[in-house]
């Protein structure tokens, strides 16, 4: 079983910063990829940022040179670092990890989202 446990969500003012942080345990064999979505309401899911093993990013153009994904390799936690945050960001953010568990094929894991408004 994977698991991932998402902490850091919140309500901050306009041109404040908030740090998501993702927990994952479990029987992973390997990583294939880790990622922040987020969906506001009534909108679709939309790809914020993804990171994978070899330190590659790529981010939505909305969140470039404001938002910055790492990864913990030895903890196995992701962060999104947010800063400068405007209204428009304001959604409940999800963990994505595409692993491998002892086989070849793929799987998509999920957190359970945390909800970050900003708002003053």
């Known amino acids: 079983q994977v698991q991932l446990v998402e902490s850091g969500g919140g309500l901050v003012q306009p041109g404040g910063s908030l740090r998501l942080s993702c927990d994952v345990s479990g029987n992973i064999f390997s990583i294939v990829s880790m990622g922040w979505y987020r969906q506001a309401p009534g909108k679709q899911r939309e790809l914020v940022a993804t990171?994978?093993?070899?330190?590659?990013?790529n981010y939505a153009d909305s969140v470039k040179g404001r938002f910055t994904i790492s990864r913990d390799n030895a903890n196995n936690t992701v962060y999104l670092q947010m800063n400068s945050l405007i209204p428009e960001d304001t959604a409940v953010y999800y963990c994505k990890i595409l692993a491998r568990i002892g086989t070849p094929n793929v799987y998509q894991y999920w957190g359970q989202g945390t909800q970050v408004t900003v708002s003053s």
């Open positions: 990171i994978i093993p070899g330190g590659t990013t």
